[in-house]
């Protein structure tokens, strides 16, 4: 079992910047991979970005640019450094793990953090 914690959401102007945090506790040695993803009113959820144990960052095409993905092994926690924001990242975004011991594999998320945009 994993646990996923975020924080640092909130309101910001449009070209503003803001630094997303997940705390992850529990089987965190399963973990292979850590990522945000969002969802908007009435929308998919969707891809932000991903990072792998081994440092491989991947990101959704909206973002790309502008978000970093980052993590510290020692405090396991990963971050999302989000700048030139706009209203339309305006969701609520998703810590997730995706952990394999041996051939199972599962996935965790976090309660989600709000992140709203004005313009």
């Known amino acids: 079992q994993v646990q996923l914690v975020e924080s640092g959401g909130g309101l910001v102007q449009a070209g503003g910047s803001l630094r997303l945090s997940c705390a992850a506790s529990?089987?965190?040695?399963?973990?292979?991979?850590s990522g945000w993803y969002r969802q908007a009113p009435g929308k998919q959820r969707e891809l932000v970005a991903t990072?792998?144990?081994?440092?491989?960052?991947n990101y959704g095409d909206p973002v790309k640019g502008r978000f970093s993905i980052s993590r510290d092994n020692a405090k396991n926690t990963v971050y999302l450094q989000m700048n030139s924001l706009k209203p339309e990242d305006t969701a609520v975004y998703y810590c997730?793990?995706?952990?394999?011991?041996?051939?199972?594999?599962?996935?965790?998320w976090g309660q989600g953090t709000q992140v709203t945009v004005s313009s």
């Open positions: 997730n793990a995706q952990t394999k011991v041996i051939l199972t594999t599962n996935q965790y």
């Open positions: 990072i792998t144990r081994g440092g491989s960052a």
């Open positions: 529990g089987n965190i040695k399963s973990i292979e991979t």
